[in-house]
């Protein structure tokens, strides 16, 4: 027997259906609206350890995994980013309650992800490919604006009134690592799946182009860094691919080898200041020591 939906969306009701038991992320129809009920992990999933081990043989520390939040940490520490977002003025869910170890959410609509797959398939590669410029020219809104989302998929991104919004803020890079590597980061994320979708072979380059001209200047210089020092990485992933390529390594080798190309073509795009030479190399004799505070 199936708990009890409750009808409205009062507090009475949202704690009712926040104690109810469930998977960990359940949809609900309450008084005619979505909602959505999200309960956090109550252990360390066994890849987090893994990825951490993995993360010692990569250069710098932009692949290591922050330590994992469970339980009523877990739940209150996304609560918090997801207010940080709102307060800049970034479209994110609605946060109906907060609880021990849960979260109530107003539904956001369709996700980017599927407003691609439905692109797709009615053959409108121009109004897909403009969404992936989109996406990058507003991950780079929430760079300038000093955020950094952690993880920026095409799934936990939504468009709402022409505006493109964000949602999904489990993971905190800065518990690991400094806000100019954390906003790297996301870049190397989004830019695997804008080159790996992309229809269109200007693509990648007009969403270059959207985000390299709003972004801090210091975070191309952290990119440019960064991936200087993956090329073994980068080199060992190609070898995998012969063998076999799953989703992931796929789009880390379309993301790694377009950034790769453009920032080695140009050294630095003619957008960037005059002085970003030396902040790259600022950037990458100062990484040490930028880890080290942000811990």
């Known amino acids: 027997m199936t708990d009890p939906k409750p009808e409205t969306l009062d507090m009475a009701g949202l704690a009712a259906l926040a104690a109810q ?13 979505k909602v959505w009920v999200k309960r956090a992990a109550r252990r360390r999933e066994p890849g987090h350890h893994l990825q951490a081990l993995m993360s010692l043989g990569l250069p710098g520390s932009i692949y290591r995994p922050a330590p994992a939040e469970v339980g009523d940490a877990a739940s209150r520490g996304e609560a918090r980013r997801l207010r940080q977002f709102q307060a800049k003025g970034i479209d994110v869910p609605e946060l109906l309650f907060e609880g021990p170890g849960v979260l109530i959410l107003g539904d956001c609509g369709l996700t980017i992800e599927a407003r691609l797959r439905l692109f797709r398939d009615a053959g409108q590669m121009a109004a897909h490919d403009d969404l992936l410029v989109a996406m990058a020219r507003s991950l780079a809104a929430v760079h300038a604006l000093g955020l950094v989302h952690g993880r920026p998929h095409p799934r936990d991104m939504f468009v709402r009134e022409g505006r493109i919004g964000f949602m999904d803020f489990e993971q905190d890079p ?35 182009e959207a985000w390299s001209a709003h972004v801090p200047a210091a975070v191309p210089g952290q990119l440019a860094a960064t991936l200087k020092g993956m090329k073994a990485l980068v080199l060992a992933g190609r070898l995998v691919s012969r063998i076999r390529q799953g ?3 796929r789009r880390f080798l ?21 002085n970003m030479q030396a902040q790259v190399a600022q950037t990458a004799g100062e990484t040490n020591g930028n880890d080290h505070h942000a811990r």
């Open 254 to 274: 379309a993301g790694t080898g377009f950034l790769c190309s453009v920032l080695e073509k140009s050294k630095m795009p003619e957008n960037y200041p005059v």
């Open 174 to 208: 800065l518990r690991a690592m400094s806000l100019v590597r954390a906003q790297a980061r996301d870049a190397l994320f989004l830019f695997g799946f804008v080159c790996d979708m992309a229809v269109l072979p200007e693509t990648p380059m007009r969403a270059w």
């Open 21 to 33: 038991a469930g998977p960990r992320i359940q949809s609900f129809e309450v008084g005619g609206r």
């Open 247 to 249: 989703s992931d390594l």
